[in-house]
């Protein structure tokens, strides 16, 4: 892709450099007159429409250029829009999942809970400690 737009570049600066010589030439022909003979109408027309075409071929070029490059940063944002989405999309994709998996999971605990005599503690599969215990526990201490 870069190799294009290389080569784009090439052609435009050749396009200016063309440019270039033709308004020198032209400045050369209209605004410092030599003492050579002067042009006649034919001659002269001839010049102005050359330049007149030389001018719109290079507005064309730059115009086509800024459409070329309109269009190639169009590409770039969009795909760069389109990188995101995904990446977006994937992030959610993975969250259901970690939700979808957490569920699953705690619908597992809920029916081995409700099939078992003994409690199971929210977060790990230990047994929760008897409350008799810690209350025996506190008495003794006063």
């Not at 050369?28 to 109408?41: A, I, K, V």
């Not at 999309?89 to 597992?108: C, G, M, N, P, T």
């Not at 400690?129 to 008495?139: H, K, L, M, Q, R």
Request: glycine letters at 0%.
């Amino acid at each position: 892709m870069e190799a294009t737009q290389d080569r784009r570049r090439e052609a435009i600066l050749k396009e200016e450099v063309t440019f270039k010589v033709l308004v020198n030439n032209y400045k050369q022909c209209t605004l410092f007159r030599t003492p050579d003979p002067p042009l006649n109408d034919h001659e002269r027309v001839a010049k102005e429409k050359a330049y007149q075409s030389a001018l719109q071929n290079h507005n064309r070029a730059a115009d086509a250029t800024r459409e070329q490059d309109e269009a190639y940063i169009q590409l770039l944002n969009d795909t760069i829009s389109r990188e995101r989405e995904e990446r977006l999309q994937d992030k959610q994709r993975r969250l259901l999942q970690a939700i979808q998996y957490v569920f699953e999971d705690q619908s597992a605990r809920n029916e081995r809970s409700e099939n078992s005599d003994e409690p199971i503690a929210a977060g790990n599969d230990t047994q929760s400690i008897p409350a008799e215990s810690s209350d025996s526990e506190v008495e003794s201490d006063s």
